[in-house]
């Protein structure tokens, strides 16, 4: 069965370059990874006190459940200020409680990111890294992802059109699905 990922974007803007990388990336899975996109933007702000019996808010809860019946995670996010965007590690508290039912442990997981800066996320991304090994999934080291966006790169349904991006895309793509697979319970 084609694994599913659960594809956390780390923006909320509508015309985001992050959501439309990673739909690009999507297109590119077919048949090989199924994307599930999942919602943060209603996540409320991390409050322990939220926590009623052991149930989050309505958001967290679907959002948790999202996260149980996924085989992996991909973060597509921009970069904040040399960091990783506030929704995002909101989303990452969220995830990692209940203590002891954290959504997080030993998912298969990959990071990547776009900006209109030529160092295309990566000061953001060596957090996000260590984050990811903290709340305990297993990150994809190589290859590395950061994109310097270009607007010409990608057609409005989410082609890429660009034939050197498309196979940097399309490499990143075959290396998570390797990775996936190679974490798979058997
Ligand atoms: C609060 C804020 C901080 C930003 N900090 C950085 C930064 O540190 N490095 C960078 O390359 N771009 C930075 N940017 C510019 C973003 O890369 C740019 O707005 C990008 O389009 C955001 O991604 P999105 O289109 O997916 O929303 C920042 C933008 C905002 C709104």
């Given at each position: 069965m084609t694994p599913t990922v659960a594809v956390l974007v780390g923006s909320l803007r509508a015309g985001s370059i992050n959501r439309t990388l990673a739909h690009a990336l999507g297109k590119l899975a077919e048949g090989t990874l199924?994307?599930?996109?999942?919602?943060?933007?209603?996540?409320?702000?991390?409050n322990d006190d939220l926590w009623q019996d052991g149930k989050g808010p309505a958001p967290v809860e679907r959002?948790?459940?999202?996260?149980?019946?996924?085989?992996?995670v991909l973060l597509v996010t921009p970069e904040y200020n040399r960091a990783v965007p506030g929704v995002l590690c909101n989303a990452f508290d969220?995830?990692?409680?209940?203590?002891?039912?954290?959504?997080?442990?030993?998912?298969?997981?990959?990071?990547?990111?776009?900006?209109?800066?030529?160092?295309?996320?990566?000061?953001?991304?060596?957090?996000?890294?260590?984050?990811?090994?903290?709340?305990?999934?297993?990150p994809m080291g190589k290859p590395e992802f950061y994109l310097a966006f270009k607007a010409d790169q990608f057609a409005a349904d989410g082609r890429v059109t660009d034939d050197s991006t498309r196979g940097f895309l399309q490499g990143f793509v075959n290396a998570f699905a390797a990775h996936v697979e190679r974490l798979r319970p058997h």
């Open positions: 199924a994307f599930d996109f999942v919602e943060i933007g209603d996540l409320p702000h991390y959002f948790k459940a999202q996260l149980a019946r996924a085989d992996a969220w995830g990692s409680r209940p203590y002891g039912r954290s959504s997080w442990d030993n998912k298969p997981a990959a990071c990547c990111g776009a900006s209109p800066g030529a160092i295309g996320t990566a000061a953001a991304q060596v957090h996000l890294k260590a984050q990811m090994v903290t709340l305990g999934m297993v």
